[in-house]
């Protein structure tokens, strides 16, 4: 009985027609959005990857999201304060299913107050542009891909949020997505607020100026892969390819995703297909303080 049910999933599932590279061009709008569109993915799937060996994808298409007919459902719950000066005072969901076509985008909006406890109109405005901006993208790239496939493609996307770093000095938030289309994906986007300041900081201003931070933490993270590596025979990174090396990560971008671990460490975050096979999922490298106390600004960390 199961069985004739999973043919006849089969049977459906490869009966549609849908535009190439629909998942390409997925991927690539949030990039984008990310600024990070000509990032190389290693050994990235085939876009609609038929059942082969995996019946998990097929079932993951269609049993998802169930809110049936509601393109645009907005849904504002309060949240518990996060610290005294910065908190998720709601959000908004973006949930729409066309057959098996499903996104459920939760935006959140933050508040930042000043030391005196009065709200900081530039600095949430500015934080909550940039996510809402971002996850526009998201929106917009999935009702394109519904329009493309008239309904029929089998695509979810599910963009949700997290509070990473809430400590005395910074406020970081972590926009996470998934994508199941036959095959799966994710990426990540994390945005950093000094709360002293009121400002947006990117990874060069955790540096102290003139120094080569890049390449350092390049060099770290690719001896813990090597390591990694050589104790796991299941543990695959994308260096030291010399068949294939262009395929071979470069190293770290001024617009890498990173975070303050909960013991202080300066943690780079990448997406999946960034620095691996999909199979090691979105790995993180931990940065030894000792290796960059001599470049870092110990303001931050």
């Not at 459902?73 to 057959?99: C, G, W, Y």
């Not at 350092?216 to 104790?231: F, L, P, S």
């Amino acid at each position: 009985m199961r069985d004739n049910k999973l043919n006849e999933i089969r049977q459906d599932y490869d009966a549609i027609t849908l535009p190439k590279n629909l998942e390409e061009r997925v991927k690539m709008g949030i990039q984008q959005a990310k600024g990070e569109a000509h990032k190389k993915f290693y050994q990235r799937p085939v876009f609609w990857t038929k059942f082969g060996t995996c019946a998990v994808a097929a079932m993951a298409a269609i049993t998802l999201l169930t809110n049936v007919n509601a393109p645009m459902a907005h849904a504002m719950e309060k949240i518990p304060v996060l610290s005294s000066f910065v908190k998720i005072v709601s959000f908004r969901t973006f949930e729409s299913t066309d057959n098996d076509m499903n996104a459920k985008i939760s935006v959140p909006e933050i508040e930042v107050k000043d030391d005196a406890g009065k709200k900081n109109d530039k600095a949430s405005k500015e934080l909550n542009d940039h996510v809402k901006q971002y996850t526009d993208q998201i929106i917009e790239q999935y009702k394109a891909d519904v329009k493309a496939t008239k309904g029929m493609g089998k695509e979810d996307i599910v963009t949700d949020y997290k509070v990473l770093t809430n400590n005395s000095r910074l406020f970081s938030l972590k926009i996470e997505t998934s994508i199941s289309a036959g095959s799966s994906d994710a990426f990540d986007k994390i945005y950093h607020l000094d709360k002293t300041t009121g400002n947006i900081i990117t990874l060069k201003d955790l540096f102290q100026k003139d120094t080569d931070y890049l390449a350092i933490i390049t060099k770290e993270i690719k001896e813990q892969m090597r390591e990694q590596m050589e104790k796991n025979d299941q543990i695959n990174y994308s260096i030291d390819d010399t068949d294939m090396p262009e395929e071979n990560w470069k190293g770290i971008g001024e617009d890498a995703d990173f975070y303050i671990n909960e013991k202080g460490s300066l943690t780079f975050v990448f997406d999946k297909y960034e620095v691996a096979p999909g199979y090691m999922g979105t790995p993180e490298f931990a940065i030894p303080t000792e290796t960059i106390k001599d470049i870092i600004n110990p303001a931050y960390l």
